[in-house]
């Protein structure tokens, strides 16, 4: 069995090309630890830094030195396309709102299935399609404001203690 215990940290246009291929879904690409089985079939034991969303084009390196390229699998989603950008916003803000994960595009936003949220979604205006499709959701704004994984992380997880210890009625130890 493979192991797979580092990520390539350097652009992929700067890497050999992969000589392997893992095609994963987004719950499981959310996890640092799992196995699975690379495209060909050979099965792999995947153990990573924790804190780490794997994303489609991400390069992993195998125990014995192959480059591993992830794919995001096509998965059920739905996919609500709308033509008015106050509708798609007024989505994305009620989605946003429930803490589902989105990708967004020009002129739809996608979700993993949820036959309740489609509903919602359609009484925003939205036309709903379910289908099968690789799910990229956003990174989310710790991700694309911060620097290295682990202060992200970091950063992230005290935030969400802040607001915890907020709603409890006791003030984060920086404010008065």
Request: net charge negative; proline share 6%; hydrophobic share 40%.
């Given at each position: 069995?493979?192991?797979?215990?580092?990520?390539?940290?350097?652009?992929?246009?700067?890497?050999?090309?992969?000589?392997?291929?893992?095609?994963?879904?987004?719950?499981?690409?959310?996890?640092?630890?799992?196995?699975?089985?690379?495209?060909?079939?050979?099965?792999?034991?995947?153990l990573l830094e924790r804190g780490q969303i794997l994303r489609g084009g991400d390069?992993?390196?195998?125990?014995?030195?192959?480059?591993?390229?992830?794919?995001?699998?096509?998965?059920?989603?739905?996919?609500?396309?709308?033509?008015?950008?106050?509708?798609?916003?007024?989505?994305?803000?009620?989605?946003?709102?429930?803490?589902?994960?989105?990708?967004?595009?020009?002129?739809?936003?996608?979700?993993?299935?949820?036959?309740?949220?489609?509903?919602?979604?359609?009484?925003?205006?939205?036309?709903?399609?379910?289908?099968?499709?690789?799910?990229?959701?956003?990174?989310?704004?710790?991700?694309?404001?911060?620097?290295?994984?682990?202060?992200?992380?970091?950063?992230?997880?005290?935030?969400?203690?802040?607001?915890?210890?907020?709603?409890?009625?006791?003030?984060?130890?920086?404010?008065?």
């Amino acid at each position: 069995m493979l192991t797979i215990s580092r990520r390539l940290t350097e652009p992929s246009h700067a890497a050999p090309p992969a000589m392997a291929f893992l095609e994963l879904p987004y719950e499981t690409r959310c996890r640092s630890r799992f196995r699975a089985a690379l495209c060909d079939g050979e099965p792999a034991a995947v153990l990573l830094e924790r804190g780490q969303i794997l994303r489609g084009g991400d390069r992993l390196v195998g125990d014995d030195g192959r480059l591993v390229e992830v794919r995001a699998a096509p998965e059920q989603v739905s996919t609500a396309h709308g033509t008015d950008a106050a509708q798609l916003l007024r989505a994305a803000y009620h989605l946003g709102n429930r803490h589902v994960a989105l990708q967004i595009g020009g002129g739809w936003v996608r979700y993993l299935h949820d036959h309740v949220l489609d509903e919602m979604v359609q009484g925003l205006g939205l036309r709903v399609q379910v289908e099968q499709a690789p799910f990229e959701p956003e990174a989310g704004a710790y991700a694309a404001v911060s620097g290295a994984h682990g202060q992200r992380r970091e950063h992230a997880h005290e935030h969400a203690h802040e607001h915890v210890r907020e709603h409890e009625g006791v003030l984060p130890p920086h404010l008065p």
